[in-house]
């Protein structure tokens, strides 16, 4: 069963850059669509961004087009966010996702905080 571990949250300013990363194991993750989503506080799960299977298609929210990047690296087994020009709005916890079919996995969160 595929496992996923985010780590890379934490708190920043404004204008602030963070790299989230999600480890996989269990298997490989050049077998999955994989994607970020977050929650904020009293809010439901958002999508954030997608990659494709093979990389070559990425897609984003509208509200972090241009400053989030999604990466991966199937060699390391890893899924990254690198997230630029944070705005207080982008605080939430974020979750990394696997997709295949009817199969869909998520790791637990990692918190990112930005102050304005």
């Known amino acids: 069963e595929v496992q996923l571990q985010a780590s890379g949250g934490g708190f920043v300013q404004a204008g602030e850059s963070l790299r989230l990363s999600c480890a996989c194991s269990?298997?490989?993750?050049?077998?999955?669509?994989m994607a970020w989503f977050r929650q904020a506080p009293g809010i439901e799960r958002e999508f954030v961004s997608f990659?494709?299977?093979?990389?070559?298609?990425?897609y984003y929210a509208d509200s972090v087009k241009g400053r989030f990047t999604i990466s991966r690296d199937n060699v390391k087994n890893t899924l990254v966010l690198q997230m630029n020009n944070l705005r207080p709005e982008d605080t939430a916890v974020y979750y990394c996702?696997?997709?295949?079919?009817?199969?869909?996995?998520w790791g637990q969160g990692t918190l990112v905080t930005v102050s304005s």
């Open positions: 996702n696997a997709q295949r079919g009817n199969l869909n996995y």
């Open positions: 269990g298997d490989t993750i050049s077998r999955y669509g």
């Open positions: 990659i494709r299977l093979s990389g070559d298609r990425t």
